[in-house]
C-alpha cells in the first residue's frame, strides 16, 4: 500500500510538502501540487486516516447530522446534503453523516467519541434540543437554519422574511391584488420550523401594508394529499391571481393540478415558489422562483467550520449569523393579471 513517502519521492518532493499539498494548510505553487496529485493517482493512493488522527489530533471528519422528516420533501433537503458533503471533500473532509430519528443521542456520539473535527446540523428547530449538547461539545458547529438561540455556533440561513416581501412585492408591481400563499405543513411550525412562519409572516403583512388581500394556508408534504389540497385551494379563491409556494412538494404537483384544470402561468394564474434552482431543473417547474440556495448555505456552513477546526479563526472571535439575500430567478411564470 502506498504511503505518503511513496507519494513524495514521485512527486520530486519532500514529505511535508506533500503532505501539505494534499491537506491545503499551508500555500503550495500550482505546478507542485499537480505533481503530488499526479503522483497520488498514479500510486492509488488514500490517507490512512488513523494515523493522520494520532499525527494531529484530527480525523478530518466532518459529522452532518440531518433527518428526512415524514412532513417535510425528501428531494429538498438532498440538495442540502449535497452542498455540504461537496465543498468538504473540496477542502478534504470526509463526511460521517447521521440521519438517526434521536438527534440528540446521534450528536453526543460523534462529539464524545472524538469521531469528527466539527458539526454541521441540518433540520435545525427554533428550539432544538440538540443546541445543548453542540455548545458543550470539544468540537466547532455550523447550522444551516435558524435558532431562536444562536449563542456559540456559526448560523446561515436564507433571508426568509426578505424572500416573502420580495415575492409579494413582484406580484404587487404587476397588478395583482388577491394571493393565495401555500406554506409547508401545519406541523412543521408546531414542531419549531420556524422558516415557515418566518416567509409567512412577512409576506402577511407586505401585503396588509401594499392593500393585497392574501390567503395563507398550509398544504401536505407528498401526493397524492397535497395535490388534492391545492385543487381545493383553487376553487376556494377563484379571484385570486397569484399563487405563491413555500412548499416544495406542492410546487412538484401544480403543473399537473394546472394541467388538469385547463390552466397555464401566467395567462391564468402567475406563479412565484421558493425553492433551488437544481430543484426546479429536477422537476422540470417552470415557475418563477425565490432561489433557496442550499448548495451556498451548505458552502458557507462548511467553509466557516472548517476555519474554526483549523484554528484560523482565533477562540475569541465571535460567531456568525449570516443570511443569503433571497434572488428572484425569472422563469415567465408572471405576468399582469388578466383583466375581467
Same mark, same amino acid.
Given at each position: 500500500m502506498a504511503t505518503i513517502g511513496d507519494v513524495a519521492r514521485v512527486a520530486g518532493v519532500s514529505r511535508s510538502t506533500a503532505s501539505y499539498a494534499l491537506s491545503g494548510k499551508?500555500?503550495?505553487? =500550482?505546478?507542485?501540487?499537480?505533481?503530488?496529485?499526479?503522483?497520488?493517482?498514479?500510486?492509488?493512493?488514500?490517507?490512512?486516516?488513523?494515523?493522520?488522527? %494520532? @499525527?494531529?489530533?484530527?480525523?478530518?471528519?466532518?459529522? /452532518?447530522?440531518?433527518? *428526512?422528516?415524514?412532513?417535510? *420533501?425528501?428531494? =429538498?433537503m438532498l440538495q442540502y446534503m449535497l452542498g455540504?458533503?461537496?465543498? @468538504?471533500?473540496?477542502?478534504?473532509?470526509?463526511? /460521517?453523516?447521521?440521519?438517526?430519528?434521536?438527534?440528540?443521542?446521534a450528536l453526543r456520539r460523534m462529539t464524545d467519541s472524538r469521531m469528527v473535527d466539527g458539526i454541521v446540523l441540518l433540520n435545525v428547530?427554533?428550539? +432544538? +434540543?440538540?443546541?445543548?449538547? %453542540?455548545?458543550?461539545?470539544?468540537?466547532?458547529?455550523?447550522?444551516?437554519?435558524?435558532?431562536?438561540?444562536?449563542?456559540?455556533? +456559526?448560523? *446561515?440561513d436564507l433571508d426568509f422574511e426578505d424572500a416573502g416581501r420580495l415575492m409579494v412585492d413582484h406580484l404587487h408591481r404587476l397588478g395583482h391584488r388577491e394571493l393565495v400563499l401555500v406554506s409547508q405543513p401545519e406541523h412543521v411550525v408546531e414542531r419549531g420550523g420556524a422558516y415557515v412562519w418566518r416567509l409567512q409572516n412577512a409576506a402577511i403583512e407586505a401585503a396588509r401594508v401594499?392593500?393585497?388581500? %392574501?390567503?395563507?394556508? *398550509?398544504?401536505?408534504?407528498?401526493?397524492?394529499?397535497? =395535490?388534492?389540497?391545492?385543487?381545493? %385551494?383553487?376553487?376556494?379563491?377563484?379571484? @385570486?391571481?397569484?399563487?405563491?409556494?413555500?412548499?416544495?412538494?406542492?410546487?412538484?404537483?401544480?403543473?399537473?393540478? /394546472?394541467?388538469?384544470?385547463?390552466?397555464?402561468?401566467? @395567462?391564468? /394564474?402567475?406563479?412565484?415558489?421558493?425553492y433551488s434552482d437544481e430543484f426546479a431543473r429536477t422537476f422540470s417547474l417552470p415557475y418563477s422562483s425565490i432561489e433557496s440556495a442550499p448548495d451556498r448555505l451548505g458552502r458557507m456552513a462548511v467553509r466557516e467550520l472548517v476555519r474554526r477546526i483549523e484554528g484560523q479563526a482565533g477562540p475569541d472571535e465571535p460567531h456568525v449569523v449570516r443570511f443569503v439575500s433571497p434572488e428572484l430567478v425569472d422563469r415567465g411564470s408572471t405576468a399582469a393579471p388578466r383583466e375581467g
Open positions: 499551508r500555500a503550495i505553487s =500550482a505546478a507542485v501540487r499537480r505533481r503530488v496529485e499526479d503522483a497520488v493517482r498514479e500510486l492509488g493512493y488514500t490517507p490512512n486516516a488513523g494515523a493522520r488522527a %494520532l @499525527a494531529t489530533s484530527q480525523t478530518m471528519v466532518i459529522g /452532518l447530522l440531518a433527518q *428526512f422528516l415524514e412532513d417535510e *420533501f425528501a428531494p =429538498a455540504v458533503s461537496d465543498t @468538504a471533500r473540496e477542502l478534504g473532509y470526509d463526511i /460521517l453523516l447521521s440521519t438517526e430519528a434521536d438527534g440528540r443521542n428547530a427554533e428550539h +432544538d +434540543d440538540r443546541l445543548p449538547i %453542540l455548545r458543550a461539545a470539544p468540537q466547532p458547529g455550523a447550522l444551516v437554519g435558524l435558532p431562536a438561540d444562536c449563542t456559540g455556533v +456559526d448560523v *446561515f401594499r392593500g393585497i388581500s %392574501l390567503h395563507a394556508t *398550509f398544504a401536505s408534504s407528498s401526493q397524492p394529499d397535497v =395535490a388534492r389540497e391545492l385543487g381545493a %385551494l383553487l376553487d376556494a379563491h377563484p379571484q @385570486a391571481t397569484g399563487l405563491l409556494v413555500n412548499n416544495e412538494a406542492a410546487a412538484a404537483a401544480l403543473p399537473t393540478v /394546472l394541467h388538469a384544470r385547463g390552466l397555464t402561468a401566467p @395567462a391564468d /394564474l402567475s406563479v412565484v415558489g421558493r
